[in-house]
């Protein structure tokens, strides 16, 4: 799956904060408070997420509703698998990712893996 540009990251935050749909016009008016931007930019930005395949369309009206095809945890789990591939050894980027975590992520991570939470 290919990376998200930096308006392409805005318009999905903005749709995963809408609960994963939403027309253009609605995009538009969220973003508003945040950017000046056309709703021409919006309506193509959103075409390039469903060409990405990070959104799906169905019609409404004279419109469309678009729909995140994964939600915020699942693109950046999906980014962190990424990384492991792309990093070269995937071993030492888990090990270099683990070590970076607070004692309470690694904590979570071990009961999310099943593991003890104990040092014993």
Request: glycine residues 10%; without cysteine.
């Given at each position: 799956?290919?990376?998200l540009g930096v308006l392409e990251g805005v318009v999905m935050n903005e749709l995963w904060a809408a609960g994963g749909s939403g027309t253009v016009r609605e995009m538009v008016d969220?973003?508003?408070?945040q950017r000046d931007?056309?709703?021409t930019t919006i309506l193509s930005t959103m075409g390039n997420l469903v060409e990405k395949g990070y959104l799906t369309r169905t019609p409404e009206g004279r419109a469309h509703r678009y729909h995140?095809?994964?939600t915020r945890a699942g693109y950046a789990a999906q980014l962190m698998r990424e990384a492991m591939v792309r990093?070269?050894?995937s071993?030492?980027?888990l090990l270099q990712f683990a070590e970076g975590l607070t004692v309470e992520q690694q904590d979570r991570l071990k009961r999310a893996l099943g593991g003890s939470n104990d040092s014993a």
């Open positions: 799956m290919r990376q969220r973003l508003r408070t931007l056309a709703y995140a095809v994964m990093g070269g050894n071993d030492l980027v």
